[in-house]
């Protein structure tokens, strides 16, 4: 009881800095000033739709190699709406992908009778995650080089955390790999507050050896297609940014666009506890552009758009929930 009341609170507590820190960031922007930043950019929404559309459609194509490769047929569309529902959930909570996922898991369900999906999610999950640290760790080296200027301790600090969560991730992975360390891994699980995201994640470890077994004999070209395909995601990322600081009349590179979109995946997992790092993104973009000697308030209506476009997809990830789905035979 006590666990669940300190739980409930540390909670409140977070979102309630995060709100703190939003707010503070549009009041020191202005709304009027924010309304009009956002009606010069009415003519570029086409495009920043567009350009998420196109990363949703190259991560269902990538859940779709798993299928293709092990010759079993699934509608690119059944996929690409899961897909969507599953982002909107990781969109609105805490921890990304442990509601997310969950929500997959039950969709295909829904609609493919007799196939248990959980070896595609957590290779597809796995698999993003691998192009995500990729694109990261690139992004900070080409920010280490490149004109646009972070102070170097900052750039260190999100390098170095961002590698000890991966590598605390690649870790546990590996002692799954390996048959390791599984009884020790359901007890860490324990502390999940939520029973169904608990459930699902100790039923994950337990397929998760089952198809490490399945995938070790595997070459890479069983993994490339999919690899790619979240790399392109990535990549489409960068489009996205360049796409609103065009818009905001402010010229920059694609080393610009990949050193934001990296920087900002990188903070996103740092600060995971908070649903889509709230106020803490807003943070970082007025400090990146006020260290290019602009103002710092030139930054947020750069993650305020990029929320308006989240919010997009989340509404349609719930409008999809909402559609009665009709099963098929697997």
């Not at 999906?117 to 690139?138: E, Q, Y």
């Not at 070209?221 to 009349?249: D, M, N, S, W, Y």
Request: charged share 15%; proline share 3%; net charge positive.
């Amino acid at each position: 009881m006590i666990k669940k009341i300190l739980q409930g609170l540390i909670k409140v507590v977070l979102l309630g800095i995060g709100i703190g820190l939003f707010l503070f960031w549009i009041r020191k922007l202005g709304v009027d000033a924010l309304a009009q930043t956002l009606q010069e950019l009415k003519a570029d929404w086409w495009k920043i739709l567009l350009v998420s559309l196109l990363w949703n459609f190259f991560y269902a194509m990538a859940w779709r190699s798993y299928f293709v490769n092990l010759n079993r047929h699934i509608p690119f569309w059944s996929l690409f709406k899961i897909k969507i529902c599953g982002e909107a959930m990781n969109l609105m909570t805490p921890l990304n992908f442990v509601v997310g996922d969950p929500v997959r898991f039950a969709m295909v369900q829904k609609r493919i009778s007799g196939y248990c999906p959980s070896g595609s999610i957590l290779t597809d999950r796995l698999l993003n995650s691998l192009a995500t640290v990729f694109f990261v760790w690139m992004g900070i080296v080409i920010a280490f080089f490149s004109p646009y200027y972070v102070p170097r301790h900052i750039l260190w600090i999100v390098f170095g955390l961002y590698s000890l969560i991966n590598i605390f991730f690649i870790t546990i992975l590996y002692l799954i790999y390996k048959h390791q360390a599984v009884g020790q891994i359901h007890k860490i699980m324990h502390w999940i507050p939520f029973k169904k995201v608990r459930s699902f994640m100790e039923n994950a470890v337990d397929e998760m050896v089952v198809e490490f077994d399945f995938l070790k004999d595997k070459a890479l070209t069983f993994f490339a297609p999919a690899f790619l395909c979240h790399l392109a995601g990535r990549f489409l990322g960068a489009v996205e940014i360049l796409i609103i600081l065009k818009g905001l009349q402010f010229e920059g590179t694609i080393l610009l666009g990949i050193i934001l979109a990296s920087l900002t995946a990188a903070c996103n997992l740092i600060f995971a506890f908070l649903p889509g790092a709230l106020g803490v993104m807003e943070t970082f973009y007025s400090l990146f552009f006020k260290w290019q000697g602009l103002s710092d308030v030139f930054g947020i209506p750069i993650q305020l758009i990029r929320r308006i476009r989240a919010f997009f997809w989340i509404l349609v990830g719930l409008i999809l929930l909402m559609i009665p789905a009709r099963k098929r035979a697997s």
